[in-house]
């Protein structure tokens, strides 16, 4: 098993640009989420989704689209990128329901905006 | 709402020394989650812990430890004798009957040779 996934490992954007964070888990997790992760503020929910079709808001959603087609895929949409979203962003997925676990996370996409 | 306070920022100590990182939680909700994740330098997040609501059950693994008490909403985590390699992030984190999990701050660890 691959785990989770995320692409690119890197990026720069220009403001104003849009693009699309990749995630993907094979898994067959019903549960995954974006965080994005800033010096001394931890990790915070960006977005997040129970199973495929259901996506719900986070701590800090503005500014950030998902969509969840299928169970393996879980992108990330910046569809105006502004210096504020500078940050490193997780990926995760995890059980649902009534067996929930720990999440597993990806090894992380460090987004530079200028 | 629901919100993890991790209140040590960053903790340094001895190589050999226990240490104990603290973690308050607040939630309305009755059934809930919390864990443990590490984050060494290299960046990855690890699970450590999970507990759940109805499990105040201490746990002891190797070095570490965990002393969950609801009575004061804390989930703290103890390293007994550090090592050099105990250095990262660690970080509590809270998830409620609404699945989302939300994260502390962290604490950062340095253990000095």
């Known amino acids: 098993n691959a785990g989770v996934t995320q692409t690119p490992k890197f990026q720069v954007l220009k403001t104003g640009q849009s693009m699309t964070l990749q995630c993907a888990q094979d898994?067959?997790?019903?549960?995954m989420s974006w965080y994005r992760q800033d010096p001394g503020m931890g990790l915070r929910l960006i977005h997040y989704?129970?199973?495929?079709?259901?996506?719900d808001q986070g701590e800090v959603p503005n500014g950030y689209n998902v969509s969840r087609s299928t169970t393996e895929d879980f992108p990330l949409r910046l569809l105006s990128a502004a210096p504020s979203q500078t940050s490193v962003y997780f990926c995760a997925s995890g059980n649902g329901g009534a067996v929930y676990n720990e999440q597993f996370f990806g090894p992380g996409t460090r987004l530079t905006v200028l | 709402a629901q919100k993890v306070t991790q209140a040590q920022t960053e903790i340094s100590v001895v190589e050999k020394e226990d240490v104990t990182l603290d973690c308050v939680y607040e939630t309305r909700d009755t059934t809930y989650y919390l864990f443990w994740y590490k984050q060494p330098p290299s960046g990855e997040l690890v699970f450590l812990i999970r507990?759940?609501?109805?499990?105040?059950q201490n746990e002891i693994s190797g070095r570490y430890s965990w002393n969950f008490q609801k009575s004061t909403s804390s989930f703290n985590f103890t390293i007994t004798a550090s090592q050099v390699v105990d250095s990262a992030v660690y970080f509590c984190?809270?998830?409620?009957?609404?699945?989302?999990?939300?994260f502390g701050p962290g604490t950062s660890l340095s253990v000095i040779p």
């Open positions: 507990r759940n609501s109805f499990d105040e």
């Open positions: 898994m067959n997790h019903e549960y």
């Open positions: 984190a809270l998830r409620t009957s609404y699945d989302k999990v939300i």
């Open positions: 989704s129970v199973g495929a079709g259901i996506t």
